[in-house]
């Protein structure tokens, strides 16, 4: 069965330093990733994905994540932290084939606090 | 274009009663989905609509029903809410397909006493 782990409940940076957020999956086949971000009292809002190519993907508002297919991982990572990535972030892997496809495994989430 | 749209927003429930969530989205999209989302759990899923006229359980379906009602519209149904169902719920959309990202809706947060 597919899995996804996000192995830390909050992560504490300072603004302008850089950070990651931490995942990593256990999928049958090949892995559909994404990292979605959600900010209080909010929807989810996607922030990038991975399908195929480039190990290194970049989505929205300067972050990006780096697919390691030998430790299984997909780390999100932004070269700059502002005190406005303040929020919960979730990566999620694809469920499955079939009747399911579409569907997204979610981690328990990463929440992010980046301090002035 | 509104995208996902959630509706109520805030509901406050007592133990026994119904209710109905309701989901739609103006994108054309083909599948719909509804999550729950607790603390410390993530999103887990409920249902999920993969194409007009079929539904199918998620994770957690047990004390819900859904319906799709058209291409747009998935509603999400607690027929004898618990105080277990208290929860912010989740509804997304996607094109099709698996290499396609979900949309998603604001929420509800629900409160069952």
């Known amino acids: 069965a597919q899995s996804v782990a996000q192995p830390e409940d909050q992560v504490n940076v300072a603004e302008g330093n850089p950070l990651t957020v931490k995942c990593t999956y256990s999928v049958s086949g090949n892995p559909y990733l994404f990292w979605y971000v959600q900010y209080p009292n909010r929807g989810l809002q996607f922030l990038l994905k991975y399908i195929t190519g480039d190990n290194l993907v970049k989505g929205s508002y300067g972050f990006e994540a780096e697919f390691n297919k030998s430790q299984t991982s997909f780390h999100l990572k932004k070269p700059s932290a502002l005190v406005s990535d303040s929020a919960l972030y979730f990566c999620?892997?694809?469920?499955?084939?079939?009747?399911?496809?579409?569907?997204?495994?979610f981690g328990k989430g990463t929440k992010l606090s980046v301090k002035p | 274009n509104a995208g996902v749209t959630q509706t109520p927003k805030f509901q406050v429930l007592k133990t026994g009663q119904s209710m109905t969530l309701q989901c739609a989205q103006d994108?054309?999209?083909?599948?719909m989905y509804w999550y729950r989302q607790d603390p410390g759990m993530g999103l887990r899923l409920i249902y999920y609509?993969?194409?007009?006229?079929?539904?199918d359980k998620g994770e957690v379906p047990n004390g819900y029903n859904v319906s799709r009602l058209n291409k747009r519209e998935f509603s999400l149904r607690l027929e004898s809410a618990a105080p277990s169902q208290t929860s912010v719920y989740f509804c997304?959309?996607?094109?099709?397909?698996?290499?396609?990202?979900?949309?998603f809706g604001p929420g509800t947060r629900l409160t069952v006493t």
């Open positions: 609509s993969a194409s007009e006229g079929t539904t």
């Open positions: 997304a959309s996607i094109r099709g397909g698996d290499i396609y990202e979900q949309y």
């Open positions: 999620a892997v694809r469920d499955g084939w079939g009747g399911s496809q579409g569907n997204l495994i």
């Open positions: 994108m054309n999209h083909n599948s």
